[in-house]
């Protein structure tokens, strides 16, 4: 995979997403990272609303994360992603940079699709991120 990104959002850190000691809960990255995928989602035109309606249901079935820097209290971070396909699984490389433009989180999020309740390949989602997708 490139290390071309297709799309970054920019986030900022809020009070009760941190700890005692003033730094981001671990767990919050998972939520910044999916708040990024659904994002990315929206702009490629497939929201998560919509396409439950239609009977897909994209669901993380692998997350590999690793922390690098801690954020703190009203930080702002950028969260870039690249996606590729690997068979059926959507595989989201998804990076958060601190404002200084160092890493903060590093990620590999894999994505499996349900059509109507079962296991598919994903061919409604492959549609609509084609200009995406890296081949």
Do not use: W
Request: glycine letters at 6%; hydrophobic letters at 40%.
């Amino acid at each position: 995979m490139t290390d071309t990104y297709i799309y970054q959002l920019e986030i900022k850190v809020r009070d009760y997403e941190v700890d005692a000691e003033g730094i981001v809960n671990n767990a919050n990255y998972l939520h910044y990272l999916e708040h990024t995928r659904h994002e990315f989602c929206e702009q490629a035109g497939m929201t998560f609303r919509a396409m439950h309606e239609q009977g897909i249901d994209p669901v993380v079935s692998h997350i590999d994360i690793r922390y690098i820097r801690p954020l703190g209290l009203g930080d702002t971070m950028v969260s870039k992603l690249a996606l590729h396909r690997r068979g059926p699984v959507f595989v989201f490389r998804q990076d958060i940079f601190n404002a200084a433009g160092e890493p903060v989180v590093k990620a590999t999020v894999d994505i499996a699709t349900f059509s109507n309740g079962r296991l598919s390949r994903g061919e409604e989602l492959a549609q609509a991120f084609k200009d995406y997708l890296e081949h």
